[in-house]
């Protein structure tokens, strides 16, 4: 049976509210949009690949706001990505095949560019009930346990990111520093690495969090997990965008960093998705 794929890709998009897609075996929320106030594009891109209702792709691309043609290199990534995966699926390949190629089809677009242009960019490969995370830089995945337990993150590769894992500072800490604007690797770069983190097999109620740095430089981890570990997923979403948006404007009197905010998140189907439980397939 030939395979059938369905994509999205949100490119330069200013969302008002998540939406719903589904992917895989599993159900999506998306939400991306431009920092408040901004009036030049999103820089962030936002894409989810599903493939033949069993496997799927989430990708979020973060361009450097700081450098020329931001927008452009998260779109050139994005596509990059997406297009070889579904080129990967189309010749019987796997989709960490597919990833790979792509990410490295990326490095050299934007290095084409040759504006000095750079992006982030991290996705999640989706097999059954088994993920797997790739990143470049600093937009970041977790994976949340119904309890809120912290079951995946990935380390952003920064030089904060990297005190954060060492155990040198805090979370807390993290937020408020005054370097966590610095990444330390990028697509768009002769030094680019690819960041691929192991497989974890999900239980039927974990949710996945993939996310540009709009939402990790505002909301600490445990805030995001309290947020989104369980209830209707387009709820939690939402609720997870209205408080990064408010801590972005500064009305909670907490540190803060105005900036674009792009997220996805994923739950395997079985778990509860808009207050129902959402039957497996093949049962």
Known sequence: MSETNTAALLIRKDMATPSVLNVGQGTATVFTTRCIGKQTPNEDAVGVLSINGRRGVLVVADGFGGQPAGDQAAELALTAVIEAVELSSAAGGDAQSGILAGLDRANELVKGLGVGAATTLAAVEIEGTRIRPYHVGDSEVLVVGQRG????????????????????????????????????????????????????????????????????????????????????????TQQLVERC????????????????????VFRPSGSVIGGRRRPRYGT
């Open 149 to 236: 337990r912290v079951k995946l993150r990935t380390i952003s590769h920064s030089p904060v990111g990297y005190r954060v894992e060492a155990g040198l500072i805090n979370q807390e800490e993290a937020i408020q520093h005054e370097e966590r604007h610095i990444v330390s690797n990028m697509v768009g770069s002769d030094e680019m690495r690819i960041d691929v983190g192991p497989t974890v097999e999900l239980r039927p109620r974990d949710t996945v969090v993939i996310a540009s740095d709009g939402l990790f430089d505002n909301l600490m981890v445990d805030e995001i997990a309290g947020v989104i570990r369980k209830g209707n997923l387009l709820a939690s």
């Open 245 to 264: 948006q408010g801590r972005m404007n500064g009305a909670m009197g907490e540190p803060f960093k105005p900036d674009d905010l792009s997220v996805v």
